[in-house]
């Protein structure tokens, strides 16, 4: 009885010591000049930017990045600071607004009842750095009249950029993609929709 107990109690350490292993959190970041208040003023065309869909593999808590081709690491340590969609909605939404000041830009869904002229849909596909530094954004996005649900813009995103091979690098880089996005997301607002 007393081998047991003291098996029990070495186990119950040992899985103690194993979880209380520490996090590292990390999160996307806006890299356009930052003064977004997130509020409606005196704009006359509202797009909104409807809630971000990422492949399976990228939809957790913890990061991910590519061993090869068709292998991934999931990181049980390194974990985004909150949910990975809404990062990187909130990131675009930052991006565009100092973009496109002239425009009011909303995070889908909000609570006030308002009605946006064009929505933004991005799908993300893959989305993750490599041991070589390399990171990769592939995906689709679109712009949709919403009163005709009909697609006035859309396009596929296939971007790399090489930057460094630790977590803060991948992020950093990541970031700068998504302001690459938000440009290109930008241009095509200033060229489809007149205000």
Same mark, same amino acid.
């Given at each position: ?12 350490? %040992? ?57 991934? +690491? ?5 974990? &985004? ?5 809404? +990062?990187? =909605?909130? *990131? ?17 869904? %909000? ?22 530094? *390399? ?5 689709? &996005?679109?712009?949709?009249? =919403? ?49």
């Amino acid at each position: 009885m007393k081998k047991i107990y003291i098996a029990i109690v070495l186990i119950s350490i %040992w899985i103690l010591t194993g979880c209380s292993t520490k996090s590292s959190f990390y999160q996307l970041h806006p890299k356009t000049a930052h003064s977004y208040e997130g509020k409606i003023g005196k704009k006359g065309i509202i797009i909104g930017i409807g809630e971000v869909e990422v492949a399976d593999y990228l939809d957790k808590l913890e990061m991910v990045t590519r061993l090869s081709t068709g292998r991934v +690491n999931v990181h049980d340590d390194k974990r &985004w600071a909150g949910s990975f969609t809404d +990062n990187i =909605q909130s *990131v675009l939404l930052s991006d565009i607004s100092q973009l496109l000041p002239r425009y009011t830009f909303l995070a889908y869904p %909000w609570e006030e009842p308002i009605s946006d002229q064009y929505r933004i849909y991005v799908t993300i596909d893959r989305f993750d750095g490599s041991a070589n530094g *390399v990171v990769t954004l592939h995906g689709r &996005w679109s712009i949709v009249v =919403q009163q005709e649900n009909q697609v006035l813009f859309g396009e596929s995103i296939h971007y790399t950029q090489r930057g460094g091979t630790t977590l803060d690098q991948i992020v950093d880089t990541q970031s700068r993609l998504l302001e690459k996005l938000s440009r290109r997301i930008a241009s095509r607002v200033r060229a489809r929709i007149v205000k």
